[in-house]
C-alpha cells in the first residue's frame, strides 16, 4: 500500500497564510518560528560584519528560496550551494551570487553551470585536481565562457582539496595557462578535522589557508583583482572568523564565512556546537535560537507509559532522536503549554515515534474507545518536536510552513530538493 510522505499530507492540507496550526493544518508539519528566525538572521550577519567577512550561507541546509531571499535581505553576500542543480534551482528563484562549494565533475552537470554563466550569474566553483582543470578549461572554452574557481586546500584523511601548498601553487599555475578559467580564490572546509584537539588543529588549518592564498598571491597566480578566501561550517566559524581577522584578510582578499545550519539553528548538535562558541567567546551576546520544529499528533496510548505518535523518519531527520518540547490540546490555546517534562523518543519508525512517557502509580489508564489517556494525554494532542541537524529534516518537506508566536501561518515557504 502506497505510504504518503509528510510534504503530500502537508500539499493536501493546502495551508494558507492566517491558518492556525493547532487546528487548521494537516499533521504533521514542518515549521519555523518567525521570531527566532529573526533573531538568528540579524545575529550571523552582525557576527560576520563584526570580523570583517562577507557572509555565503549554505543553501543545501534548507534548499528554500524563501530563506534564501531572507538572508540576502539581512546582508548575506551570496549563496553557498553543493551540487549544479541546487545552483540552477537558487538562480531560478533570483540568486544571481553564487558559490558552489564542491567540484564540479561531469559535462552533463558542466552544462548547467554553462547556462547559469551565460544567463549571468556571478558563480564560484572549486577545483582540486589538474584532470578536472583539464576537462572544465576543455568545456568552457568550447562554449566561450569563462568559469571562476577557487582552489581547495583540504587535510590528510579529510575529504576532497589539495593536500599541501606544493599541489595548490602547481593547481595556481596551470589554471592561469588555461584560458577559460579564472582562477578567484581559495577555498577549505574545516567540519572534515578529525581531531582529539579540533580548536586547535581547526586554527591551524585556517592558518594553513590564510598562508596559501598569500603564496598564491605572492607568486601573482591570482587573475581576481579581489581573490576569495572561504571556509567554514556551522560548528567552528568563530574560529575561522577569527584567525581570517587576525590575518588581516581585508586588505587583499575577500574573506566569506559560510555557515548554513544557523538560520534555524537546532535543538541537537548545532545548540551543542552553539555553546562550544559562546564559551570560547564570551564577549559574544545571546547566541542563536531554534527555530525548526515539527508537529505532531498523538496517536496511540497502547499501554501505560507509552505514546505512538504520528511522525517518523519522513518526516524528522533522526541521525538524533528528536526531543519533545511543549503539547497542545487540538485548537487549543497557543499560549497553554500542556507540558512534555520526562517524554523521550526512543524510536522512529517510517512514520511513527514511539515515546516514553513517565508514569506514577496513581495514574489510571482509560482504555475506553474514544478516551484513551494516560493521565491528561489524550489520543489527538498535538505536540512541538525539535530536531538535530535541520538539513536532514527540510528536505523530508515540499512546503514549510513559517509561524508567528501565536502559531497561526504567515508564509507557506516551498523547497526545493
Known sequence: MYAE????????????????????????????????????????????????????????????????RHQLEAGAWGITLATAPQCRAAFAHGVTRLLMANQ??????????????????????????????????????????????????????????????????????????????????????????????????VRAYAWHLVEAAQALDHDGLFEAREPILTASGSAWYDLIASVFHEARLGKHFVPVLRPGCYVVHDHGLYREAQRGVLQRR?????????????????????????????????????????????????????????????????????????VRLPTHPEEAFDMRVGDMRVGDVRVGDIVAFGASHPCLTFDKWRRVLRVDDRLSVCEVMATHF
Open 282 to 354: 564570551p564577549e559574544i551576546e545571546q547566541g542563536l535560537l531554534p527555530a525548526l520544529e515539527v508537529f505532531a499528533q498523538v496517536q496511540s496510548l497502547p499501554e501505560p507509559g507509552l505514546a505512538i505518535v504520528a511522525m517518523g523518519k519522513r518526516d524528522i531527520g533522526g541521525d538524533r532522536l528528536p526531543m519533545a518540547q511543549r503539547r497542545y490540546r487540538e485548537g487549543g490555546c497557543p499560549g497553554r503549554d500542556l507540558g512534555v517534562a520526562g517524554w523521550e523518543v526512543v524510536r522512529l519508525m517510517d512514520q511513527h515515534a514511539f
Open 5 to 68: 510522505t509528510g510534504s503530500e499530507r502537508l500539499h493536501k492540507g493546502r495551508p494558507e497564510t492566517g491558518c492556525r496550526l493547532l487546528a487548521d493544518v494537516s499533521l504533521p508539519a514542518a515549521v519555523v518560528h518567525e521570531a527566532p528566525l529573526a533573531h538568528n538572521l540579524a545575529w550571523m550577519q552582525r557576527f560576520a560584519d563584526a570580523h570583517g567577512a562577507r557572509l555565503a550561507p549554505h543553501g543545501k541546509t534548507t534548499m528554500t528560496p524563501s530563506l534564501f
Open 104 to 201: 564540479l565533475v561531469g559535462e552533463a552537470n558542466m552544462m548547467i553551470i554553462a547556462d547559469l554563466v551565460e544567463a549571468g550569474a556571478d558563480l564560484y566553483c572549486v577545483v582540486d585536481s589538474s584532470e578536472n582543470v583539464r576537462q572544465l578549461g576543455r568545456f568552457f572554452a568550447v562554449r566561450g565562457l569563462r568559469l571562476k574557481v577557487l582552489i581547495e586546500l583540504g587535510v590528510m584523511g579529510g575529504r576532497c582539496g589539495c593536500r599541501d601548498q606544493d599541489e595548490v601553487l602547481a593547481l595556481g599555475e596551470q589554471i592561469l595557462e588555461t584560458p577559460a578559467l579564472v582562477l578567484a580564490g581559495l577555498e577549505g572546509y574545516e567540519g572534515v578535522i578529525a581531531s582529539d584537539e579540533p580548536q586547535q588543529d
